[in-house]
């Protein structure tokens, strides 16, 4: 994550933009005030996306099983129909 003050954000707004754009890569902007983040559109809608999926209790619970089945037990990927 790219930390910065307002001020050097301001100065240089689309330098900032494009990198995070094309490596979203996050800008962590310092105010007196307080913080805020930046974010690529990808990443956002990936965030939005993973807080959907967790806030189904069956699906969260679906992922979670996933994560904790052997690969032995899982189809390979030539075998799955799309």
């Known amino acids: 994550?790219?930390?910065?003050?307002?001020?050097?954000?301001?100065?240089?707004?689309?330098a900032m933009l494009n990198t995070t754009i094309k490596y979203n890569e996050p800008i962590n902007?310092?105010?007196?005030?307080?913080?805020?983040?930046?974010?690529?559109q990808e990443d956002y809608e990936?965030?939005?996306a993973t807080a959907?999926?967790?806030a189904?209790?069956?699906?969260?619970?679906k992922i979670l099983d996933g994560l904790h089945t052997s690969l032995d037990d899982c189809v390979p990927e030539d075998e799955v129909t799309w």
């Open 1 to 14: 994550m790219l930390n910065t003050s307002a001020t050097n954000f301001r100065k240089n707004l689309f």
């Open 29 to 40: 902007i310092s105010t007196k005030d307080g913080n805020a983040v930046v974010l690529s």
């Open 46 to 48: 990936g965030l939005m």
């Open 52 to 54: 959907e999926l967790s």
């Open 56 to 61: 189904d209790p069956q699906m969260k619970q």
